[in-house]
């Protein structure tokens, strides 16, 4: 069966440019989130969906950042007017919310860099 | 709000050897999952422990077990027989129904032959 995937693999973008990057959780979960990880840190929850719930928002860090989720299906995390600190590893990772394992399943990223 | 706390930035161990890496949590709930991850230098994250709040019993995979002490709200992993390939960044995490999963800020392992 088909895990996380994140696309595209990595991206090099100048300041200033939208970028967006996509998750496809595992079919079925319904639980979603977005992290970003800094080069050596530790994981910085950005959003999290779970079913048709609003999505809890909490870790944006700023209204350039902002992500979709259509359903129990697909992501896209956009961020506008990109910034060199935006230079990240961003993580998808889903998992079966409401029952089964809880466990999360992560994606193997999406590596930004702002020139 | 939940909090996971691991204060250890970064540990090394010699192969072979016996580590304990540390985690401290915070909650007010009686029923909630705990987890550690591990980050190789691939990135990928790999679950390798869960331990179910409600169940006495550590949780042990292979090499892997944890000393889950409730009261305490302390949920350290002990690595046994240490190998190169265990040399990653672990995480700590807890989850309770209907929230989202916390991780604590990680622990460096050094694996060092």
């Known amino acids: 069966g088909a895990g996380v995937s994140q696309s595209p693999s990595n991206k090099v973008t100048e300041k200033g440019k939208d970028v967006e990057l996509r998750c496809d959780p595992i079919?079925?979960?319904?639980?979603l989130y977005w992290y970003r990880q800094r080069l050596g840190q530790g994981l910085e929850f950005l959003i999290y969906?779970?079913?048709?719930?609003?999505?809890?928002k909490s870790g944006l860090p700023s209204d350039r950042f902002s992500a979709e989720r259509t359903g129990e299906s697909v992501s896209t995390l956009t961020i506008q007017r990109t910034q060199q600190e935006d230079s990240a590893v961003y993580l998808c990772a889903s998992s079966d919310g409401w029952t089964g394992s809880y466990e999360q399943y992560f994606g193997p990223g999406t590596r930004l860099t702002v020139t | 709000a939940q909090t996971v706390t691991q204060s250890q930035p970064e540990m090394s161990v010699q192969e072979a050897e016996t580590v304990t890496l540390s985690c401290t949590y915070d909650?007010?709930?009686?029923?909630?999952?705990l987890f550690w991850y591990k980050q190789p230098p691939s990135r990928q994250m790999i679950l390798v422990i869960r331990q179910e709040a409600y169940k006495q019993q550590n949780a042990t995979e292979n090499r892997f077990s944890v000393n889950f002490q409730k009261a305490a709200k302390s949920f350290s992993l002990k690595i046994s027989d240490s190998q190169l390939g265990d040399t990653a960044m672990y995480f700590c995490a807890f989850w309770e129904y209907g929230n989202k999963l916390v991780f604590g800020a990680g622990t460096i392992l050094r694996v060092k032959s």
């Open positions: 969906f779970q079913g048709n719930s609003a999505p809890d």
């Open positions: 909650t007010s709930e009686n029923n909630y999952y």
């Open positions: 079919s079925g979960h319904t639980a």
